[in-house]
């Protein structure tokens, strides 16, 4: 196991991240969609390992948003790999939503993982396409509380703007929110959105592109802020394996919801 970093929070700022890990298949090539997808049905021997050189890196965060995670299959090795990645990096608190329960084949999931007490933790059925969730976690009391939301948004058009609809519902009436995940869509998009942006008044960061992790074009994976909280540093790790990049946010918090993740 990695060392045990503590929060961040008594510097009044998060460290956050977000990673499509895309089961610990090591994508560097469109070919390898084709000739690795063996991995998404068959377990590789070198996945642990590859599990393993994630949480070093997952370590350095106090909340991680994780997605296409496995939650303990054939293909895995019967790994939960929510449950894992939280165990070697060193999180005291860690939750898995199954999205889509293939049985012994596959089991498709979200994650979250945190150095922070959650204070409540609900798990959503998004509309649209088969196996799309997202977690809501909440952070504290009152409404000086920090909401952090992980998702995964369907391919079509046509499904996310269906998702967005949902997700501006429970967004709404929140004050302090962080919308993090494989939104399968650039910002532009999401500005695009009316409801959406109503719902959280956005303060944008510029992402670079994360996908595809190895000659990344497009900004699918986002980090969103609502207005109330500041990025301070903006990264775009190195490729781990997967087809998507992680992307790190340091988010600097006001003083009454630092007040009350403290209490945590």
Known sequence: MSGTPVSSIDQGHLRLLTFNLQVGIQTSAY?????????????????????????????AFDIVGLQEADGGSFRSGNVNQVEYLA??????????QLNRNLGRVAQH????????????????????????????????????????FVAHLA???????????????LIEPLRHVIVMGDLNCTQEQLLAHGPFCASLPLNPIPLPPSYPAWQPRRALDHILLSRTLTAERVQVLDQLFSDH?????DVRLPPTCIEALIKL
Do not use: C
């Open 31 to 59: 070919h390898h969609y084709l000739t690795r997808s063996w991995q998404h049905v068959l377990p590789n021997p070198r996945r642990k390992n590859r599990l393993d050189l994630m949480s070093q890196v997952l370590g």
């Open 245 to 249: 990049l992680p992307i790190a946010v």
């Open 109 to 148: 999931s979200n994650g979250l993982l945190s150095r922070l007490r959650p204070t409540q933790i609900e798990e959503h059925r998004l509309p649209g396409a088969r196996g799309r969730g997202a977690i809501h976690t909440r952070f504290g009391n009152g409404e000086d509380a920090l909401h952090v």
């Open 87 to 96: 165990r070697q990096a060193g999180f005291p608190h860690h939750f898995q």
């Open 155 to 169: 391919l079509s058009n046509r499904g996310r703007l269906r998702q967005l609809d949902y997700l501006s519902k």
